[in-house]
């Protein structure tokens, strides 16, 4: 549930654990990727301030909800916030939206998870 998205090159990359990650939609799973070219690695820079990254939400759990429920939680609001905008921070090409557009997943997104019992920043 504690991770940072990091867009490098127009590509999402997901931070945590000193570990980098990537959407594998052919094995519809995330894997385990070298950190891109050109970036800190190491763990020296964990948390890049890179194009898009005031798009970060930061989710912190209110109620005590485990970490399955938070990554559950996470997921099914990312869902319905992909629903209400058609936006997807997830896409390859998501990085060069107009931010008027990430803006609208990230209102809905926000509301469903402090709903659910989390605060939102």
């Known amino acids: 549930p504690y991770y940072t998205t990091i867009w490098w090159g127009g590509i999402p990359y997901y931070y945590a654990n000193d570990t980098y990650y990537a959407w594998d939609a052919a094995q519809n799973q995330y894997e385990v990727v070298d950190p ?16 898009g ?50 803006d609208d997943y990230f209102r809905p997104q926000s509301a469903c998870l402090q709903g659910r019992g989390y605060s939102v920043k």
């Open 53 to 102: 990254a005031r798009d970060q939400l930061f989710v912190y759990p209110l109620k005590g909800q485990s970490s399955g429920q938070q990554s559950q939680d996470r997921y099914e609001c990312h869902r319905w916030a992909l629903e209400q905008s058609g936006y997807d921070p997830t896409s390859a090409d998501a990085g060069s939206q107009p931010q008027a557009r990430r």
């Open 36 to 51: 891109p070219e050109g970036l800190d690695a190491a763990g020296a820079n964990p948390a890049p301030v890179v194009e």
